[in-house]
């Protein structure tokens, strides 16, 4: 089978071919982002954790909106590329 068929069949899950988890800057920033959430919390109400939880959940929608459009942008860069070496 080739790779459009792959991707065709749902063999293929881009984002589960991500490596990022090995990397020690991203686990740094994972872990400062972690840590800064809960000390913010630690000082509200119960009311204001419910807003920072909602702020949180629609920051991490606007971020999946984001990384989708950049993976569609860098895929369509990269068959436009692939199709400029075959001229």
Do not use: C
């Not at 790779?3 to 899950?13: A, D, M, T």
């Not at 509200?44 to 920072?52: A, D, G, N, P, W």
């Amino acid at each position: 089978m080739n790779i459009l068929e792959e991707l065709w069949y749902g063999n293929i899950q881009p984002m589960e071919l991500s490596h990022i988890e090995n990397n020690a800057q991203y686990k740094e920033a994972l872990q400062l982002v972690n840590r800064n959430y809960d000390r913010l919390q630690e000082g509200l109400t119960e009311k204001q954790k419910e807003l920072l939880m909602r702020y949180a959940e629609s920051r991490n929608e606007f971020s999946n909106i984001t990384e989708l459009d950049s993976f569609k942008t860098g895929f369509k860069l990269g068959a436009g590329l692939v199709i400029e070496v075959h001229h």
